[in-house]
Nanobody
């Protein structure tokens, strides 16, 4: 089993920055691609970003490209999402997830999920 615990969410103003962190348990963390998804009220869960198990490859949703950066530290079993130039449209519950398959945008391929952390961006 892989346990994922998120932190760093909260209220921010448009244009500000916020860094989310996800701490993972399990000795096999380095085998998993790690993704970030988000879900706003009344909307479907949306892909945000993913990083390969070795950290070499990344992929971002067009809506966050150039503003968000995903990173991981396999020695610490953590994955982060640095969010810059935030917009009200970024308001959502953010989830980290783990997958053994490189299918970045498909939530059904992620076997483990965190509890989610609320991010609220005011204008």
């Amino acid at each position: 089993q892989v346990q994922l615990v998120e932190s760093g969410g909260g209220p921010v103003q448009a244009g500000d920055s916020l860094r989310l962190s996800c701490a993972a348990s399990g000795r096999t963390f380095s085998r998993y691609a790690m993704g970030w998804f988000r879900q706003a009220p009344g909307k479907e869960r949306e892909f945000v970003a993913v990083i390969a198990s070795n950290g070499v490859s990344t992929y971002y949703a067009d809506s966050v490209k150039g503003r968000f950066t995903i990173s991981r530290d396999n020695a610490k079993n953590t994955v982060d999402l640095q969010m810059n130039a935030m917009k009200p449209e970024d308001t959502a519950v953010y989830y980290c997830a783990a997958s053994l398959i490189w299918t970045p945008t498909r939530s059904t391929q992620y076997a483990y999920w965190g509890q989610g952390t609320q991010v609220t961006v005011s204008s």
